[in-house]
């Protein structure tokens, strides 16, 4: 009982460290590359077929899929951001997942053999793919390249991954909102701001902090991953 305590402070913990430090690097070191990255939006659909581009390049390359969901919400605000967010990460999870059953099933099966997550996975696949699939994609209980990959290892249907990545949406808007933040952020460390302001931005740290913690939980109550890494 206090091991899972302790590991969902930590995966609380480390979501939220990684928006903060997120927030802190596009504003310092990536800001040379965030001005430059503003070609995307300016050039309409081919910025956005570009940046989409992008993201399933990243995805192969197991880049982890949270920093370029943030960034969207840098880029093209929230409700755009989210969007985006959510279509790159389902493109992203597409290739993966077919370069996994068609060619490299060996390879990837022989770099995530030793990690408890596999099992977990295809014993949850083999009763309910469909509920698996969205349930690990919602909650960010396992990385993003993890789940691309692996799940080229287990029997779940193309059907029941396609449906299930939707559960992508929820992250993507987690991301997305506090990109579209940042420099409002920020600005707001530099300025005088008003009560009203600071208690906006701790509300939405509260929520931010309830959705992973009970995604979380009812993922783990359905799927066997209280070992993963």
Partial sequence: MASNRGMA???VGGVIGGIAFTIYLTQTLLAPLIEKATWFPENGWYG??????????LALLIAPASLH???????FGFWA????AFIGACLGAILPFWL????LYNFVENKLEKKPTLNALKQAVSEDGLRCVFLTRVSL????????YGYGLTDVTWKDYLLGNFGMILPG???AYWGSKAADLSAAMNESRDWT??????????LTVWIIVYLRKITLANIALESTE
């Fill in 9 to 11: 402070a930590l995966s």
């Fill in 48 to 57: 956005i077929a570009a940046w989409l581009l992008l993201y399933v390049v």
């Fill in 69 to 75: 969901k943030f960034i969207s919400g840098v880029l």
């Fill in 81 to 84: 951001g989210w969007a985006i």
């Fill in 100 to 103: 996994t059953k068609k060619y």
């Fill in 141 to 148: 209980v396992i990385p993003y390249p993890v789940l691309n």
């Fill in 173 to 175: 808007a987690l991301y």
């Fill in 197 to 206: 302001y600071w208690t906006a931005v701790i509300a939405s740290l509260i």
